[in-house]
Each structure stands twice: as structure tokens, then as C-alpha cells.
């Protein structure tokens, strides 16, 4: 099964889809044209492994790999962030599941 996500905000869409221990984000309306590939999300068992695409060749991906607990610190900053609404703009998140 798999669980799908769209988040929306202002006038761009985002979805992420989630299949066993792979989350993928990708682009939808909004974005400019040729970006597809935005974040790649992998739960190794011990932490995570997480690939932020570059949709430019003049940049690299960026690889983090992070542990459960660093992991759960970085969620509990962003979402301090997010909740404080300096940094990000806010969003609606609309989810559904697949079988």
C-alpha cells in the first residue's frame, strides 16, 4: 500500500509518496518547467538515508544521512520554525491513501 500527500502552498503543489520504506517528493503545478525529482527519503532501519535532488547540472545533490534521534531534533526544529511562521509561508496538506 501506498500513502500519498499533496502539499499546497501558495500557487505550487508538492507531492510526496510514500511506499514501504521509501518516501519520494516530487514537484506538481507550480513549478518551473524540467523540475520533477525534489527529495528522496529512505528509513534504513537505523535512521535515515535522504537524497535532495539538483535540478540544475551546475549543482550536485546533496546526500544527510541521520539517525532516529537527530532526525526526530531536526522534525522538532522545523516544525518550531514552521509554527513560528518567520521562515515558511504557510501550506495545506492534503493526504489520501493507494492500495
Do not use: W
Amino acid at each position: 500500500m501506498s500513502k500519498k500527500f499533496h502539499v499546497v502552498e501558495e500557487d505550487m503543489i508538492t507531492e510526496a509518496t510514500r511506499k514501504g520504506s521509501k518516501v519520494k517528493v516530487r514537484a506538481g503545478a507550480g513549478y518551473a518547467q524540467g523540475v520533477d525529482k525534489l527529495c528522496t527519503l529512505k528509513d534504513t532501519g537505523n535512521g535515515f538515508l535522504v537524497k535532495i535532488h539538483s535540478n540544475s547540472p551546475s549543482n550536485d545533490p546533496i546526500y544527510i544521512s541521520l539517525d532516529y534521534s537527530h532526525a526526530q531534533y531536526l522534525l522538532i526544529a522545523l516544525l518550531t520554525e514552521y509554527g513560528a511562521g518567520d521562515t515558511f509561508p504557510a501550506m495545506e496538506v492534503l493526504g489520501d491513501e493507494e492500495g
